[in-house]
């Protein structure tokens, strides 16, 4: 989508690898989510950066989850050893403030095989 | 935990049918947003509704948030190929939480 970008488009990875995937936002937006998506199914939200403040972190399905955000752009979303469930589409989307719609990107397609 | 149910799941119609998707719940929410994905792509929004009764309109696709603020409807007149996609409601209680609809799945059929 516009002003987000989402690599790698496509992830396909064994059973027990990590992975890590990277959103790349325009600038200007402070407000930074990760949700994931199963097979054309609603979202399911992962975690949730905004500015300087401690992200949100409640929707991490395990501690094999975890993400980071550089210098309140980049972020990347680690899973660590990981299962079949863990496919799915890794959606990242931002909002210019807490409680604006969301830009989304294209998502990456991840296959634990 | 707040729910936010989508009806139908699915459906598919013939090119110049009418529709209505809608997205109900028990809980009252502060605004209400419509988006639409297709596939290989991240949602898109069409539109946030956000005083009760209120009703928009986004060319053949009319958007209503209830009296009471606690669901919502999208009706599609005369539906077109391009229509296809998933669409998805998102609620909000002012915070930065979105709580998200299961989504439908609109087929178009020319």
């Known amino acids: 989508g516009a002003g987000v970008s989402q690599s790698p488009s496509n992830k396909v990875t064994e059973k027990g690898k990590d992975v890590e995937l990277r959103c790349d936002p325009i600038?200007?937006?402070?407000?930074l989510y990760w949700y994931r998506q199963s097979l054309g199914q609603g979202l399911e939200f992962l975690i949730y950066?905004?500015?300087?403040?401690?992200?949100?972190k409640s929707g991490l399905p395990s501690d094999r989850f975890s993400a980071e955000r550089t210098g309140g752009s980049v972020s990347t979303l680690t899973i660590q050893r990981t299962q079949q469930e863990d496919s799915a589409v890794y959606l990242c989307?931002?909002?210019?403030?807490?409680?604006?719609?969301?830009?989304f990107g294209n998502g990456t397609r991840l296959t634990v095989t | 935990t707040q729910l936010l149910e989508q009806s139908p799941q699915f459906l598919s119609i013939q090119e110049g049918e009418n529709l209505t998707v809608y997205c109900n719940s028990s809980?009252?929410?502060?605004?209400l947003q419509w988006y639409r994905q297709e596939p290989g792509e991240g949602p898109v929004l069409l539109v946030t509704?956000?005083?009760g009764g209120e009703v928009k309109k986004l060319k053949r696709l009319t958007f209503q948030f209830g009296d009471a603020r606690k669901d919502s409807s999208l009706h599609i007149t005369a539906a077109q190929p391009g229509d296809t996609g998933l669409y998805l409601c998102?609620?909000?209680?002012?915070?930065?939480?979105?709580?998200w609809g299961a989504g439908t799945k609109l087929i178009i059929k020319p």
């Open positions: 998102a609620a909000s209680q002012l915070g930065y939480q979105l709580i």
């Open positions: 809980s009252v929410f502060s605004s």
């Open positions: 509704v956000v005083t």
């Open positions: 600038s200007g937006h402070t407000a």
């Open positions: 950066f905004q500015g300087n403040s401690a992200p949100d």
């Open positions: 989307a931002i909002a210019s403030a807490h409680n604006s719609p969301l830009h």
